[in-house]
């Protein structure tokens, strides 16, 4: 049995290379991520997956699992020694290998196996990895499970078993591939950019795209773990400029960025333009509930409010949704609710049946994409991008809180604004229409100005998002005014980005 993980060990001792270090702070609400080898090491990783067969266990679940690795350096050693804890827990392993984080979510279905997991620092930098678990397809761990695994793991808790197993599956990224492609070729004739930043959907995204008769302009589609141009991240500018100028330089269509493990896909127009992704999902949103009668969605608390107010979806009958930030979050409240797509600001998107599986999978978001694009065929993609209502946004502004402080400054924010609201007071000038709170604070006055503050899920600061429907001068307001009560809290600092 592993002795009982400890926070902090000194690389190149021999206590390194035979205990377990795992640092608390790397469980996060619903996924986990450490800067290896400062905290966690190979002794840690396998803690964390005896741990993690140990949970299965306890959760009732059947400890059959399918891992995966992102393309990093470290990352395939990662995923040895997270097999090697799970067998040692008992468990029946598959292990599919290379694979995008969808690819992991889809083996769960293909292999009829109920539990995931999936090495991946996502789009972190180097130097990041991580791990994305879940029990129930399609849905991934949030804070209960979480919680759970960080005490069994942490206290040392984890349960050694015989029966542990282990499988290779040599052709599970065929298996995806033709999964996505078994379908009608796109109907319009369509230049895609696809960019991967050099990271994992590099090897998955042409293929795909080229399968269901896409004209195919690649960017930084091979494989590289060094990440020389930028990390592969659509919310990363120097990502998207890379793609808006090989989209103006080729005449392309549309752009479509991956992030690291391709549960994302970011959007750049015709005209090179980017477009956020909550605005994306208005146009699907548009574009599926013209098909889908009363469509119900579910958009993240940090979305466009136009999920609310625009003409063309109130005219569709669509209903929507504002729930928590998080892509657990947003996963799982679609699952309950039975929505069409959960849309998330980060580019998450949740397509259930008949379009998807339920989890986010971004090559399924582009196709979503260029399916809308085929049944709009008079229409480019910054035409459809400006027949939707005119709203001043920001993107979204992280100041740095610390992870022990972060959660106390949010409650305060949210007392205080309820507060305003219950008591009939105003905020910049107008009424307070509404505060709804079920992640932080999304405040929102008479004219649709709105203005949301929450604590970041996966590192420490707060994440401050505004935007009006009647003009500019109204959004930096509602950022001023949320900014002024925010900088009388000691604990929060600057800003990764201003108005």
């Known amino acids: 049995m592993l002795p ?14 035979t205990d377990p270090q795992v640092a608390p702070q790397g469980f996060r609400e619903y996924d986990a991520r450490w800067l290896f080898p400062n905290e966690i090491n190979l002794r840690g990783i396998q803690a ?3 741990g ?3 949970l299965l266990r306890d959760l009732g679940v059947d400890p059959r699992i399918s891992v995966g690795h992102d393309y990093r350096s470290y990352s395939l050693s990662i995923q040895q020694a997270l097999m090697n804890g799970l067998m040692a827990a008992g468990a029946e ?4 290998g290379l694979a995008l984080s969808p690819t992991a979510y889809f083996s769960q279905f293909e292999l009829d196996v109920p539990a995931v997991a999936m090495v991946t620092a996502s789009h972190n930098e180097n130097g990041w990895t991580g791990v994305k678990m879940g029990a129930a397809r399609p849905l991934t761990f949030g804070p209960d499970e979480m919680s759970a695994l960080r005490e069994i793991v942490l206290e040392g808790k984890y349960q050694t078993r015989s029966g542990g197993s282990y499988t290779f599956v040599p052709d599970m990224v065929e298996r995806y591939i033709a999964d996505l492609t078994d379908r009608p070729k796109i109907k319009r004739k369509l230049k895609v950019v696809a960019a991967c930043g050099n990271g994992t959907a590099g090897f998955f995204a042409p293929r795909v795209l080229e399968g269901v008769g896409i004209d195919l302009i690649p960017l930084d589609c091979e494989l590289d773990y060094t990440f020389p141009r930028y990390n592969p991240n659509p919310e990363d500018m120097k990502m998207l400029h890379a793609m808006r100028d090989k989209v103006l330089e080729t005449g392309a269509d549309v752009g479509l960025a991956f992030d690291g493990d391709g549960d994302r896909c970011g959007v750049v127009d015709n005209e090179g333009e980017e477009i956020f992704a909550d605005k994306v999902g208005v146009m699907l949103a548009r574009d599926l509930s013209a098909t889908h009668a009363n469509a ?3 958009v993240d608390v940090k979305s466009t409010g136009l999920f609310l107010t625009d003409p063309v979806l109130i005219k569709n009958g669509a209903k929507t949704d504002y729930w928590k930030t998080g892509h657990s979050y947003i996963k799982r409240r679609a699952h309950e609710l039975d929505a069409l797509v959960g849309f998330e600001k980060s580019g998450h998107y949740f397509f259930n049946p008949p379009i998807g599986r339920g989890y986010d999978d971004g090559l399924v978001s582009a196709l979503a994409i260029c399916d809308m694009l085929a049944r709009n065929s008079d229409k480019s993609m910054a035409d459809l991008k400006r027949a939707l209502p005119k709203t001043w946004g920001s993107p979204t502004m992280s100041p740095h809180c610390p992870d022990d402080k ?13 507060g305003m609201a219950d008591k009939g007071e105003e905020l910049i000038g107008q009424s307070i229409r509404s505060a709804v709170t079920v992640n932080g604070v ?3 006055v008479a004219d649709g100005t709105w203005g949301l503050i929450r604590a970041s899920s996966n590192k420490p600061g707060l994440v401050v998002v505004v935007e009006s429907p009647t003009s ?3 959004k930096v307001a509602m950022f001023e005014a949320l900014d002024s009560m925010l900088q009388e809290e000691p604990d929060v600092g600057e800003y990764d980005q201003k108005l």
Do not use: C, H, W
């Open 93 to 96: 392993v598959f292990d599919i």
């Open 48 to 50: 964390l997956g005896m």
């Open 52 to 54: 993690l067969g140990t």
């Open 472 to 474: 500019e001068e109204n």
């Open 406 to 418: 972060k959660y106390g400054v949010v409650d305060r924010m949210v007392a205080r604004i309820q």
């Open 442 to 444: 999304r405040v929102t």
């Open 4 to 17: 009982k993980p400890r926070p902090s060990i000194t690389p190149n001792t021999a206590a390194f290379e």
């Open 296 to 298: 119900q969605f579910v």
